[in-house]
């Protein structure tokens, strides 16, 4: 089953290539060449390479060619031997260790450390000299020796899933252990196993072919590549061609062995599996001139035709225009891939590497933000509290340093005052005891206080533009009001503009003075809060939302959108939110709708608002819009 | 903080399908060790859904990780149906257990990547065998249940979105007859449209016939939506227990009332 995703890569390819040809010469080599490989010639013994024998000859004048090309049969066996052995005994094992209690579970995690730090070559050379050295001896010991490997990979494997939703659910179903192991243990952990048999047999053929060269391998009649290497190696200097064929043999099989486990590790990724069928062709739209409305000029942050693309060209946000006056409170809000975020991002020179923006202008004050921009002037002119307190502050240092870092880096402050100013910040921030906080590190605060230090931070060096991006969402609802009501009152106390991005359209509703809404990479819908909380949105997907949102002081039906948002690769030409959209009419699907400023105040992207949106008129647009929906 | 009056106007409780009895946990041991319930009362009767809440840290994820099984109480019973689970021999677990059943909070990480959706519930249905094409009716009707195609059965997780994943999941839950859902965070990994889906279906399940649940959440609005009572927990105690619009309506608890007043809210 994991064929089917599997992406040929180079070193695949070319592994199983040979890999493939090594199987054709192990099942025609004996029949082509075991007579003229078992062919004594008196005459000619110790040969160097000639026309006629083009690795030499042997001791007894057998051509060692035909020879090496004969025991590709017995070689690969043997190393196919010991390599089943080591997989199937050490997944058996490591399997049975981790499906027991915890006692022997705990007993048999040691012995396979134990074995596993035992050199497997030492442990092969001692059960083959305890029992008489055959082919049969050492593939057992060789086979044995690597089952730890494959003993602990299988139990590392299965802890590392065994923690997973799906296997403690099963346990709760009372799926019995040997099932569990077999549905749902070993096909999730599968590929790396794939990946150790493949090193397996490298290492196999190279521990059997070392103890063949000792002599501690196959014995006389019979011969692999490593007795044949051994019965050369003595006169090497004599006459180096024996050695050459059988070298050879030995060195491409184990590359192929390499090969395809590199492969196999690269290759393998079980979520590519599945995906249904390629999308239509996306339209590309020149962004040149900004659609809709423009910032006005004496905005403090002004940005028009904002696009963040992929390095294919795919646009994850789209011709976003939006402004914030000095001083004002703006919310973005929208659903998981809506480009909020990375609009923040754009506006702050945080995208992630690989990501381009592209916008006709970006400035904040005089500050053009699309070239190289002082890292001074956006150190301090541009704050920003990100989602989660524990990963934006370093958890090795003291908050005192992080503090004052900024500022004394770019605000020519000195160590005492930089200090101060910060310990004043906390209090600012509600923080308790701020003094004694400068000297703790980050994780000795609740996360609620590490939020307030993280606010407090980012308003040290008094930017002009304060970036909060989702910044209660992994605190709870009690210190989610508390924060924001922080945002709030920096914002009122130093005149701060806060731009804060969230998926909670309760919680930008709560300090924000005006709101935008972003639906697939695009600005849909720009309302002051006021006509929000009246529940006066005009976009189609704004209202959605608003009616998908439980409230928690009216117990009213919840309407779900159906189907999901598009892919930003397959976004439709026309409006993003058509195939959703109870309105929707053929016209959205052709062209899409900008930003109209409307009387009330705000701008909506939306054909709707120029419709006759009477009663009578509606039925019929939601009609065809149910029957189109109802394929969920 | 406030410390807990014994809620008075308790929902009159029916016969209790599961009760929990004076349940303590505690985590660690000797100077380090640490209580996390102390002493919880609750009894959820047959057909009803209790919502619990409260905050990170309240004790409510590890209400449910003792009533499923998955933490051992250091004190007090877990019934159900008047059996002690927390009591129960090892080999009396596994029956007891299957009827209690959890939906978990990320649908992405609660279903086996290698297993298809109708594989998956066969399972429940049978966990020895668990052969879909002998089950194959069952499972449909299931699937119907949370509002999915048939076909959906023979599709692998990563072709369905959240919302389809958690559905799945419900249907898997369902797919036991388990005496009591327990239902943990299921929409917190949801975007805000997807939840609603997903609370859609845990509603109409509510109203096809009786479903026993008991829904934990951290948001206060969904709790509303999905029960029928509610309790709010707070450091590892239940301090209101009441109807759901009484709660919501007149809470008495202080803590109650803060964690009323702090939910954001759209309409002023
Ligand atoms: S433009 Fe058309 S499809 Fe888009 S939201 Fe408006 S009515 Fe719906």
Redesign the pocket.
């Known amino acids: 089953m994991t064929l089917k995703n599997l992406r040929w890569t180079p070193s695949l390819v070319i592994g199983t290539v040979l890999m493939a040809a090594l199987l054709v010469l192990a099942v025609i080599g004996p029949m082509v060449w075991g007579d003229a490989a078992d062919r004594l010639n008196p005459q000619a013994t110790h040969q160097s390479a000639s026309a006629e024998h083009l690795s030499g000859t042997d001791a007894l004048g057998r051509d060692v060619l035909a020879r090496t090309l004969a025991a590709t049969r017995l070689t690969l066996l043997m190393a196919f031997g010991a390599t089943a052995i080591a997989a199937v005994g050490g997944i058996l094992f490591g399997a049975a260790v981790w499906v027991s209690g915890p006692r022997v579970r705990e007993l048999g995690l040691r012995l396979i450390d134990v074995l596993v730090s035992y050199p497997a070559v030492i442990f092969a050379l001692t059960v083959t000299a305890v029992l008489s050295p055959s082919a049969t001896t050492c593939v057992v010991a060789i086979g044995l020796a690597s089952c730890p490997a494959f003993a602990r990979l299988t139990t590392n494997l299965a802890a590392g899933i065994a923690n997973r939703d799906f296997v403690s659910t099963a346990r709760l179903l009372g799926v019995a252990p040997g099932r569990m192991l077999r549905r749902h243990i070993l096909p999730n952990i599968a590929e790396p196993l794939l990946v150790l048999v493949s090193v397996a047999f490298t290492v196999s053929l190279k521990a059997l072919s070392g103890l063949s060269v000792l002599g501690m391998g196959t014995q006389p009649p019979k011969y692999d590549w490593g007795s044949l290497l051994g019965k050369s190696l003595p006169d090497i200097y004599v006459n180096a061609a024996p050695v050459v064929a059988p070298s050879i043999a030995i060195i491409v099989a184990g590359l192929a062995g390499g090969l395809i486990g590199d492969g196999l590790a690269a290759a393998v990724h079980p979520d590519a599996r599945g995906r249904g069928g390629k999308a239509r062709i996306k339209a590309v739209l020149a962004a040149t001139e900004p659609a809709g409305r423009t910032a006005p000029d004496d905005a403090l942050v002004a940005v028009d035709g904002l696009s963040v693309s992929l390095p294919d060209g795919t646009r994850l946000v789209e011709d976003v225009s939006l402004h914030l006056r000095a001083g004002e409170v703006v919310g973005v809000v929208g659903e998981s891939g809506s480009g909020k975020s990375l609009t923040a991002m754009a506006v702050a020179k945080l995208l992630p590497e690989g990501l381009r923006p592209d916008a006709a202008r970006l400035r904040l004050g005089d500050l053009d933000l699309r070239g190289e921009v002082d890292p001074k002037r956006l150190a301090t002119e541009i704050g920003i509290v990100y989602q989660d307190p524990s990963a934006s502050f370093n958890p090795t240092l003291k908050l005192g340093s992080q503090l004052t870092e900024t500022l004394r880096v770019h605000g020519d402050t000195g160590r005492a005052e930089a200090s101060a100013q910060a310990v004043e910040q906390l209090r600012l921030a509600h923080v308790t005891l701020p003094e004694q906080r400068m000297k703790q590190h980050p994780h000795e605060l609740s996360g609620g206080m590490r939020q307030r230090a993280m606010i407090a931070s980012a308003l040290l060096t008094k930017p002009r533009l304060l970036i909060a991006d989702e910044p209660t969402t992994a605190l709870d609802v009690t210190v989610q009001a508390e924060v924001l009501k922080l945002l709030r009152e920096a914002n009122e106390r130093d005149g701060t503009a806060v731009l804060l991005i969230s998926h909670d359209i309760g919680v930008v509703t709560q300090i924000c003075d005006r709101v935008l809404v972003m639906y697939s990479g695009r600005l849909?819908e720009e309302l002051p809060v006021e006509r929000l909380r009246a529940g006066e949105a005009r976009?189609?997907?704004t209202r959605a939302l608003l009616a998908a949102t439980p409230e928690v002081d009216e117990d009213k039906p919840l309407a779900p959108i159906p189907g999901r948002p598009p892919q930003p690769a397959d976004r439709p030409a026309?409006?993003?939110?058509?195939p959703r959209?109870?309105?929707?009419?053929a016209?959205?699907?052709e062209h899409r709708?900008v930003l109209q400023p409307m009387e009330s105040g705000g701008a909506a992207?939306?054909?709707?608002?120029d419709?006759d949106l009477t009663p009578e008129s509606v039925p019929a647009a939601a009609d065809s819009a149910a029957s189109e929906g109802s394929t969920a | 903080m406030t410390v807990p009056s014994p809620p008075e106007d308790t929902p009159a409780a029916a016969a209790p399908v599961l009760e929990l009895d004076a349940l303590d946990v505690a985590f660690g041991f000797g100077p380090r060790r640490r209580q996390v319930l102390h002493g919880v009362s609750l009894s959820l009767a047959e057909g009803r859904t209790l919502g619990l809440v409260g905050e990170s840290g309240s004790g409510k994820s590890t209400l449910a990780k003792a009533v499923v099984g998955l933490v051992r109480p250091s004190g007090g019973r877990v019934l159900l149906d008047g059996d002690d689970l927390a009591g129960a021999r090892r080999d009396r677990l596994a029956t007891l257990r299957r009827r209690v059943q959890l939906i978990p909070q990320d649908p992405y990480a609660s279903l086996n990547p290698r297993m298809t959706a109708g594989e998956a519930i066969a399972e429940a249905i049978d966990p020895r065998r668990g052969k879909l094409y002998a089950h194959r009716d069952e499972v449909e009707t299931l699937l119907g249940k949370v509002a999915m195609d048939p076909d959906a059965a023979d599709r692998y997780p990563n072709a369905f979105s959240g919302g389809q994943r958690q559905r799945i999941a419900i249907a898997r839950a369902l797919a036991v007859r388990p005496e009591v859902i327990i239902a943990d965070e299921v929409t917190s990994a949801l975007d805000c449209s997807v939840q609603a889906e997903v609370l859609g279906v845990l509603r109409d399940l509510r109203a096809a016939g009786p479903l026993t649940m008991l829904f934990i959440s951290h948001d206060l609005a969904v709790v509303r939506h999905v029960s029928d009572e509610v309790a709010v927990m707070s450091e590892g105690r239940i301090v209101e227990h009441r109807e759901r619009d009484a709660l919501f309506t007149a809470p008495q608890n202080a803590y109650t009332k803060t964690l009323l007043a702090s939910v954001p809210r759209v309409r002023a």
């Open positions: 849909v976009h189609p997907y026309g409006c993003a939110f058509a959209c109870e309105l929707a009419r016209e959205c699907e709708p992207a939306c054909f709707a608002l419709w």
